[in-house]
């Protein structure tokens, strides 16, 4: 039988997050032997509390200033820790951007194997991921301890219970390689973060909305408040397809809040979302690799022949977006 060590860092509001919620209903999927919770952040009291009634049989806790941020030697240091006492053959955690810096080398440490994107767990320890730019799907198990486990967030339904108190051991942590310190933090303007990985809607942009439009001019001020208004009311996430993001670097008219981190597709995100919306778009990697996880796929375009809207959207609006937007921004802003 395994003993899994659920791994989780704490918010900077002492709670956790969904994705660890996610994290600890995977880890609770699996038949083992005992469960014990890692928490990893500056107090985690709050965190097991709110985790309280989810059957762990030993709560152990990484606390300390050092561990508010984000750092690898630190976040390094604490997983690793927590590894070794609890004795885990198992260790789940979220595939955060934390947790995926650092797990990879804490595994190295212990002589374990570490698994990234893992989509799925079945009770036999089997998991699942997808490979090649998400196109084939691949299930495997291993033999090696302890084995390490990310899974990506959106793929389970987050654990949900009840409050209790949890007895929290405070383990101690070897820092001494702790060379990195937070000078300070710089991040888009809140209103210009357009990428929200829990939206219910992923909005993708496509180059279209910079072309030359049926008066033989292009409306790229106009483009960027249509979206940037959709995107406010509906609080959808942004998406854009790769000749989109590309522009700025041939010097053309460019939507200004867009970025690579936006990118959808092959070379870009594979984002998970309940329903999608492409517009002016007509690329086959947005369409067929950024969409893979979309379950329902929407698509505005000129051109009733765009093959890749047609083939792959569950309904494909033939319309000007431009006017498709304004019009549902109206019909929004009429609702509010
Ligand atoms: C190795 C490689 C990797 C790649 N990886 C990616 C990737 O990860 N992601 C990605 O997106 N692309 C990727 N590409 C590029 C991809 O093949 C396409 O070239 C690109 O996605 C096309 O972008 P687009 O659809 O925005 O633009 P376009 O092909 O220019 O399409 C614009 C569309 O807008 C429509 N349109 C114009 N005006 C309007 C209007 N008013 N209303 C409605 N519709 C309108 C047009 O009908 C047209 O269909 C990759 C290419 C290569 C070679």
Known sequence: MEKILLLAHVEADGSLAKPALEALAAAKSLQAETLVVGLVGTQVEAAAHQIGSCGASRWLGAEGAEFALSRYATDAAAAEALARVSGATLVIAAGTSRWSRCLAGVAQRLNGRVDTHVTGLNAALSASRWFYRQRMEGQFTRAQRPWFILVDPGCFQPWSGPAADAAVEAISVSL????????????????????????????????????????????????AALILDFLRKTQ???????????????GQAVLPFLTHLNQVGQTGSTPRH?????????????????????????????????GWAHGKADVLYVADAFEVIAKVNELLLAAE
Do not use: M, Y
């Open 236 to 250: 959808s996430s942004l998406g854009s397809s790769k000749s989109l993001v590309d522009l700025s670097g041939e």
């Open 274 to 306: 309940p329903k999608g919306l492409a517009a002016c778009c007509h690329g086959e990697e947005p369409h067929v690799v950024g969409w893979r996880f979309i379950n329902e796929r929407r698509a505005v375009n000129l051109d009733p022949n765009c």
């Open 176 to 223: 001494a390689s702790q060379r990195t310190s937070l000078v300070e933090f710089r991040a888009p303007r809140a209103d210009e973060q357009t990428i929200r990985p829990d939206a219910e809607l992923l909005f993708v942009a496509g180059a279209g909305w910079t072309k030359k439009q049926a008066d033989g001019q292009t409306h790229v001020p106009q483009a």
